[in-house]
């Protein structure tokens, strides 16, 4: 079983950036990693994937704004949110979309 860690959560003022990364456990090299993100009294939504060829996909939302990029020697899958707003406070996740595995979340607040 792969396991997944998150970090890089934190405080920020609106406008700010953040940088979060996952460190897997095994090999992510033909995996679909992803961020998704489950604000309070909300759904957990998708925010980008990456397949093992690099093709992204992001939600609308984040489109701009966020990148999602992938070291597979490093095990690692890392999303650069920048501008961010306080809508984008949530617990952000880490997912490996092939083995179904999920980190264990961290936590992102934008606020003044």
């Known amino acids: 079983q792969v396991q997944l860690a998150e970090s890089g959560g934190g405080l920020v003022q609106p406008g700010g950036s953040l940088r979060l990364s996952c460190v897997a456990s095994?090999?992510?090299?033909?995996?679909?990693m992803g961020w998704y993100r489950q604000a309070p009294g909300k759904e957990r939504e998708l925010v980008a994937t990456?397949?093992?060829?690099?093709?992204?996909n992001y939600a609308d939302s984040v489109l701009g704004r966020f990148t999602i990029s992938r070291d597979n020697a490093a095990k690692t899958v890392t999303l650069q949110m920048n501008s961010l707003k306080p809508e984008d406070t949530a617990v952000y996740y880490c997912?490996?979309?092939?083995?179904?595995?999920w980190g264990q979340g961290t936590q992102v607040t934008v606020s003044s």
């Open positions: 997912k490996d979309l092939s083995k179904g595995y």
């Open positions: 095994g090999s992510i090299f033909h995996s679909v």
């Open positions: 990456m397949t093992s060829g690099h093709s992204t």
